[in-house]
């Protein structure tokens, strides 16, 4: 029943080691999200696809990007992980109205 | 100033108070407008949204004041169960940029 599926769960990593995060999704929007939560803040946008057009929030760093390879996968690649890229990475879709959420990836960097 | 602010709680209250969050967002261009909860370690799950005509769901209350670029959450009789972290939500422009505030703690207490 699960419409925003992030996998896996639990993702640990070493410092500098590339990594992956999936997504996908089972509502057909045209809209998905990647954002980052750390403890006690909010979720902080790092990028949203529109269709396939991708939009970069202006304070993301390098390290971090994206792929959409079609509506319903969308993959957030973190280059060379760093210990304060240890969070909670949320993915998200919308429709138009409300977004949906994915349980999350936790991420802890090694 | 940050795009969207909330009180920054922590907010304790007895079972059956009636409780307010505020929230005052920056881009007047601002479209839509919503209120997330989240659990402990739980992803955001839509509580409601924001209309400018205000909008009643059971013990909740939202109202939006365009002009003052303000949303406010009302909960009426508060149960133990609502105790969560409430979310204030922007839409930024027309493609969907969803920027959180970074939330109030709610704790009811018996």
């Known amino acids: 029943d699960a419409m925003v599926i992030q996998n896996p769960r639990y993702q640990v990593t070493q410092f500098g080691k590339p990594v992956t995060l999936s997504c996908s999704q089972t509502l057909n929007h045209n809209v998905m999200y990647w954002y980052q939560q750390k403890s006690s803040q909010a979720p902080k946008l790092l990028f949203h696809y529109y269709d396939k057009d991708f939009n970069n929030e202006a304070d993301t760093p390098d390290n971090f990007q994206s792929r959409r390879p079609n509506t319903s996968f969308c993959f957030l690649d973190i280059r060379s992980p760093g210990l304060g890229d240890a969070a909670m990475y949320l993915c998200?879709?919308?429709?138009?109205?409300?977004?949906?959420f994915g349980q999350g990836t936790r991420l802890t960097v090694v | 100033r940050k795009e969207v602010e909330q009180d920054p709680g922590p907010f304790n209250v007895p079972e059956g108070a009636t409780v307010a969050f505020n929230c005052t967002y920056s881009n007047s261009a601002s479209q839509s407008f919503f209120w997330y909860r989240q659990d402990c370690r739980k992803e955001p799950k839509l509580l409601m949204s924001v209309y400018s005509s205000g909008n009643e769901d059971g013990r909740f209350t939202a109202q939006l004041n365009r002009a003052s670029q303000y949303i406010s959450l009302l909960i009426r009789d508060s149960k133990l169960s609502d105790s969560a972290t409430y979310l204030c939500v922007v839409e930024r422009g027309s493609q969907g940029n969803l920027i959180f505030g970074k939330g109030t703690k709610l704790s009811v207490k018996p």
């Open positions: 998200a879709t919308s429709g138009g109205t409300e977004a949906f």
